[in-house]
């Protein structure tokens, strides 16, 4: 049986949950209860009572937790494996440059601290003939700088795929000025995702987005109109810094009233503590804190059918509780998900580019893919929250995945290792949401709701009704 170290008890506007994260089981607790188990360790054979008011008997405690075990089974074999797999999303850096000159930019204005340049289609060829999955669904992310200023590449591309029968699904990521017609009408024959940036309101965009000679906010807007109707998914990506952190509720929903289909956010990395855009720790506390307030907002919207945009962090909640898969990463990157430069090189990811110790060889060596990229895909593979020694006992472990692996590094030295803000933001998010989620999940119409919403109306969710 479980005793009381097991579990994790959440209070959150007297609304009471009791999650356990080895099975990832969420359970609906009345309040007396819940303050019991709070409060309360179980108790020894010799116990005369426990907190006052909140038993019926000395042995309740232990029939609670006795109820809980009985109700929390784990299907190990929905843990991720842990062979290794082939990469599956191919970054593609087609352009290592950009129109644009944001001011927070960590990529050096899309050159990332080399000389500007265009992947060419002999690197390209390299890439996928190298490193494409034959055994598994394939992506491809054009990426930057401004991937859409090597337009003719990605169109080269598409047709070597077609020519060699390989299938694989487009994601491009852009800071939407540079689309016209034919670009529009690609996307919409071939996209499966496009992800445009923008920060905010004009005021707050245009003082991080600069580099034409009209405002980037109106160019962007004008684009998203220009796209529609379309075939390919939207989203926004918003970056957070110390000029929008205070306006976050406005942000999102000035970025919700554009007719996209997501949008996602993310306070500002990379930047030193003496930049205008830096955020403080006290700030960043107040960020988060709004953050939950939104998505408790945004939750019970979905609860109540309503159409919402910005949802990743309950999308991505939801989705390991339905499935009951750990997440023991916080993203793919050195294993799935491998970056190329426009000369070649290999990375991790578009972050550790320039990094030596993470470079993985070059495309164009002969012996590539070769024991370095073996190698430094090993080092990733071993790097999650079964390994950490801050992540590996944290009751939200399963739910988070620990630290972005280039985060920790630059801040510790090592792949695994959670920032004090990555621990604040993940704890405070999951706090907020898991006890709305156990409420919900007391009404039907409320639970089908946010099921239809994450398209899982037929499936369970790990929560029970009652405890």
């Known amino acids: 049986m479980i005793d009381i170290n097991d579990i994790h008890i959440i209070r959150k506007d007297g609304k009471f949950a009791v999650f356990h994260p080895e099975s990832l089981r969420l359970f609906y607790a009345k ?17 005369d009572s426990l907190a006052e008011g909140s038993i019926e008997s000395e042995d309740y405690i232990p029939k609670l937790l006795n109820y809980i075990s009985e109700n929390i089974g784990h299907d190990s074999s929905k843990d991720p494996a842990w062979v290794n797999s082939e990469p599956r999303t191919l970054n593609l850096m087609i352009s290592q440059d950009c129109n644009l000159k944001c001011g927070y930019c960590y990529a050096n204005c899309g050159s990332y601290g080399a000389e500007r340049r265009f992947m060419s289609y002999v690197t390209a060829k390299r890439c996928i003939d190298k490193l494409l999955s034959k055994d598994y669904a394939n992506f491809i992310v054009f990426f930057g700088g401004e991937p859409l200023l090597n337009f003719s590449l990605i169109k080269e591309i598409d047709s070597y795929l077609c020519k060699r029968n390989l299938r694989s699904k487009y994601i491009a990521v852009t800071n939407g000025t540079v689309i016209n017609d034919e670009i529009k009408n690609f996307l919409n024959d071939k996209l499966f995702y496009l992800s445009i940036s923008l920060d905010g309101p004009k005021d707050i965009n245009d003082k991080q987005r600069f580099g034409l000679n009209e405002s980037v906010h109106d160019c962007i807007i004008e684009t998203i109109d220009r796209l529609n109707p379309r075939s390919h998914s939207l989203s926004i990506k918003s970056i957070i810094t110390k000029k929008g ?7 999102v929903e000035h970025i919700e009233s554009f007719n996209i289909d997501f949008m996602a956010i993310g306070s500002v990395k ?14 960043f506390a107040e960020y988060v804190q709004e953050l939950t307030t939104i998505l408790v907002k945004n939750i019970n919207r979905l609860a109540r059918g309503e159409a919402v945009k910005f949802r990743s962090h309950i999308s991505d909640l939801l989705i390991h509780m339905l499935t009951k898969t750990r997440k023991i990463y916080m993203c793919s990157a050195g294993r799935e998900f491998i970056t190329i430069t426009a000369d070649g090189d290999v990375y991790p990811c578009h972050m550790f580019i320039g990094l030596e110790e993470f470079h993985m060889g070059n495309v164009h060596d002969e012996d590539f893919p070769g024991e370095r990229f073996t190698r430094i895909r090993e080092l990733f593979y071993k790097s999650n929250v079964y390994t950490s020694n801050h992540c590996s006992s944290c009751w939200a472990r399963f739910l988070c995945g620990g630290e972005c692996h280039w985060q920790s590094y630059i801040s510790y030295g090592e792949l695994s290792r959670p920032t004090e803000r990555r621990c604040l933001e993940m704890k405070s998010i999951l706090e907020a949401l898991l006890p709305e989620i156990a409420d919900i999940f007391q009404d039907d119409t409320r639970t089908k709701n946010l099921l239809t919403s994450m398209n899982y109306n037929k499936r369970k969710l790990g929560t029970s009704r009652d405890l």
């Open 270 to 283: 990379a930047v030193p503590q003496d930049s205008e855009f830096y955020i403080d720790d006290d700030a």
């Open 245 to 251: 952190v205070n306006r976050l509720t406005e942000i």
């Open 31 to 47: 309040e007396c209860i819940g303050e019991t188990l709070r409060s309360s360790p179980v108790p020894s054979e010799d116990s």
